[in-house]
């Protein structure tokens, strides 16, 4: 017996928003996860991430944050087996968006540079 698993979803360039860009980033645990793939070489599992930001989060509520940066356009998620490879999608974002996604990433990192001093 086959088991086939599906594919993930991804919308076109086209449809992604800045709308659904900001909400995906309003999330601190999916701004930590996009941070991280940014500044990776390589794409990364989703078991990657289970211990961030000093709290370990259960698969499920992961694979939700994935699924809302994944329908947000803002990463490629390509099955490997029974596993999910991630990437960012930061040039065609680039393409489309200009400098917002790199403004925000920065800004994060400040923010983040100043609550680690407090």
Known sequence: MMIFMRTPYHPSIEEITVEGILHAFSDPVRM???ANLAASECAKNC????????QVLPKSTLSQHFRILREAGLI????????????????????RFGPMIRAILE?????????MKI
Do not use: D, H, M, P
């Not at 078991?47 to 000093?54: A, G, H, M, R």
């Not at 998620?77 to 065609?92: A, D, M, P, W």
């Open 76 to 95: 490629r998620s390509e099955r490997k087996g029974v596993e999910l490879i991630n990437s960012t999608r930061c040039e065609e974002l680039k393409e």
């Open 47 to 54: 078991s990657t991430f289970l211990n961030i930001q000093n």
């Open 107 to 115: 800004a994060y990192a400040k923010q983040r540079k100043a609550l």
């Open 32 to 34: 930590e996860i996009y």
